[in-house]
């Protein structure tokens, strides 16, 4: 089964997504279910994992209903308030529903710092209560402040999103290839290979530029802690979809068909808990 392990759905408004700046300008418009089907199907994509956009529990309670109507949206990985003392109570209360496979909160837009916070830590350890993932977000730099932040939660299991947001528009692979090789030294750490082309030069990337972070990558997970993901509609300033799809494909194609299965979609089946939840229970 091949699994998009990352993507996004919104509602634009310039408010909600001041991210957006005017070099992102195509992707100003909304991005619904039925504008990711298309292109799933396309590219032979059998399911997704939606991740959250927005620091609210209107989006995640918003995407968990997105799933109730496409079996394909297989989990969600939404946003709770993990410095909140309640937070339990706001999981018990969204973990009834299994698609909610994870959680994330935007550490690349926090100083280095808030991951150190006694609160958010705190946050951090009631999820594996409830059995869900705690995806990372951050750009490269923060890598250093990343390996003290999970190893600080040995038994959580983390998923690194976007390869840490290399600098490749720099064309610099150090520090971020000697830190990554690091953090992937724990074992409860995973990590997407997704959103490296809108950290290139949106209009001049190629497969071979995007290379050299792919090896490494490779190197230092392997492929059963390696997910595939597109970052729709993200990537769109950059790649169509079915572009990045065609590109790690060929990337991986000298590996083992079982190698190739594991980056696809078995280690997202994993990593997320989908074979006894969404796979299982949403057909």
């Known amino acids: 089964m091949r699994i998009d392990a990352h993507h996004h759905f919104w509602k634009y408004s310039e408010e909600s997504y001041g991210w957006i700046d005017d070099s992102m300008a195509v992707i100003r418009r909304d991005f619904l279910p039925a504008d990711l089907?298309?292109?799933?199907?396309?590219?032979?994509?059998?399911?997704?994992?939606?991740?959250?956009?927005?620091?609210?529990?209107?989006?995640?309670?918003?995407?968990?209903?997105?799933?109730?109507?496409?079996?394909?949206?297989?989990?969600?990985?939404?946003?709770?308030?993990?410095?909140?003392?309640?937070?339990?109570?706001?999981?018990?209360?969204?973990?009834r529903n299994p698609v909610l496979r994870g959680v994330r909160h935007v550490l690349q837009g926090e100083p280095s710092s808030y991951m150190a916070r006694p609160d958010f830590n705190a946050g951090i350890r009631t999820l594996r209560d409830f059995g869900l993932v705690y995806d990372v977000l951050v750009f490269?730099?923060?890598?250093?402040?990343?390996?003290?932040?999970?190893?600080?939660?040995?038994?959580?299991?983390?998923?690194?999103?976007?390869?840490?947001?290399?600098?490749?528009?720099?064309?610099?692979?150090?520090?971020?290839?000697?830190?990554?090789?690091?953090?992937?030294?724990?074992?409860?750490?995973?990590?997407?290979?997704?959103?490296?082309?809108t950290e290139g030069e949106y209009s001049a990337w190629s497969p071979a530029s995007l290379r050299p972070y792919f090896d490494v990558v490779l190197e230092a997970f392997g492929p059963r802690r390696m997910l595939f993901g597109t970052d729709w509609p993200v990537c769109l300033v950059a790649s169509s979809y079915t572009r990045w799809v065609d590109t790690v494909t060929r990337w991986i194609a000298p590996l083992s068909r079982a190698e190739q299965d594991e980056i696809m979609g078995g280690t997202a089946i994993r990593a997320y808990g989908l074979s006894s939840h969404s796979i299982e229970a949403r057909g």
């Open 140 to 197: 490269h730099h923060q890598l250093p402040e990343v390996i003290a932040f999970v190893d600080r939660h040995p038994d959580q299991p983390m998923i690194l999103d976007h390869c840490a947001k290399p600098a490749v528009r720099d064309g610099r692979i150090e520090p971020w290839a000697t830190q990554l090789r690091e953090l992937a030294r724990r074992p409860h750490v995973t990590c997407k290979l997704s959103g490296l082309v």
């Open 37 to 95: 089907e298309a292109e799933v199907r396309a590219a032979g994509i059998d399911g997704v994992i939606s991740v959250q956009a927005r620091q609210s529990l209107e989006e995640t309670r918003w995407l968990m209903q997105l799933a109730s109507g496409a079996p394909w949206m297989r989990g969600v990985v939404g946003w709770v308030p993990l410095v909140d003392p309640e937070v339990a109570d706001v999981l018990s209360e969204l973990s």
